[in-house]
């Protein structure tokens, strides 16, 4: 069974940067980032397959990056100029199927 973890979220101030990672417990092709604020539906966030190929939600082009390490079965979202908009648990997935814990986003404003 796939396990994934997220790790790297934490509280910072608007404008400021944070960088999530996710590690699969086995080597998976495509994977995603979403992410779920309080009161609202669970979105996604970003994308990218084991080509590196990417995809973005546009309220975070330009602000995010999706990379991944294929040798160390990890996917990373570079998050700059956080908003408290922003504020949300961050969960990584494969293919909506398996999804880890979540680790949560604070920006405070």
């Known amino acids: 069974q796939l396990q994934l973890v997220e790790s790297g979220g934490g509280l910072v101030q608007a404008g400021g940067s944070l960088t999530l990672s996710c590690v699969a417990s086995n080597k998976i092709n495509s994977m995603a980032w979403y992410r779920q604020a309080p009161g609202k539906q669970r979105e996604f966030i970003a994308g990218i397959t084991n080509d590196g190929d990417v995809d973005y939600v546009d309220s975070v082009k330009g602000r995010f990056t999706v990379a991944r390490d294929n040798a160390k079965n990890t996917m990373y979202l570079q998050m700059n100029s956080l908003q408290p908009e922003d504020t949300a648990v961050y969960y990584c997935?494969?293919?909506?199927?398996?999804w880890g814990q979540g680790t949560q986003v604070t920006v405070s404003s």
């Open positions: 997935t494969w293919r909506g199927i398996y």
